[in-house]
């Protein structure tokens, strides 16, 4: 069965760069027809898409975040990884990574690791 793990600093000052990264088990990122996204939710808030990188090495954002968004892969140590730039409070979240099938449904996710932005 497939496992991701999210990992990276819990505290961002804003202005910083963000950087979290999913290890995956069980499974390569390679595989297809995988797509392996990034979703983060706020306090108090819903569950947000940040975007994705998919089997092949394309990678899709969301409009409102693609502007300070980029996620890369390395395929040796089947992992992933998401960088926001530019943050603020605002992206504090908890931020988890997620792989979808073609079902396009998430039937794997992370644990979800806490990222707060603040100085």
């Known amino acids: 069965q497939v496992q991701l793990q999210e990992s990276g600093p819990g505290l961002v000052k804003p202005s910083q760069t963000l950087s979290l990264t999913c290890t995956v088990s069980?499974?390569?990122?390679?595989?297809?027809?995988?797509?392996w996204s990034w979703i983060r939710q706020p306090p108090g808030k819903g569950l947000e898409w940040i975007g994705y990188?998919?089997?092949?090495?394309?990678?899709y954002y969301s409009p409102s975040l693609k502007i300070r968004t980029s996620i890369s892969r390395d395929t040796f140590w089947n992992l992933f990884t998401l960088r926001l730039s530019s943050v603020t409070p605002e992206d504090t979240a908890v931020y988890y990574c997620?792989?979808?099938?073609?079902?396009?449904?998430?039937?794997?996710w992370g644990q979800g690791t806490q990222v707060t932005v603040s100085s």
């Open positions: 990188i998919a089997y092949s090495g394309n990678t």
């Open positions: 069980d499974d390569s990122i390679t595989t297809n027809p995988y797509t």
């Open positions: 997620a792989r979808r099938g073609a079902t396009m449904t998430y039937d794997a």
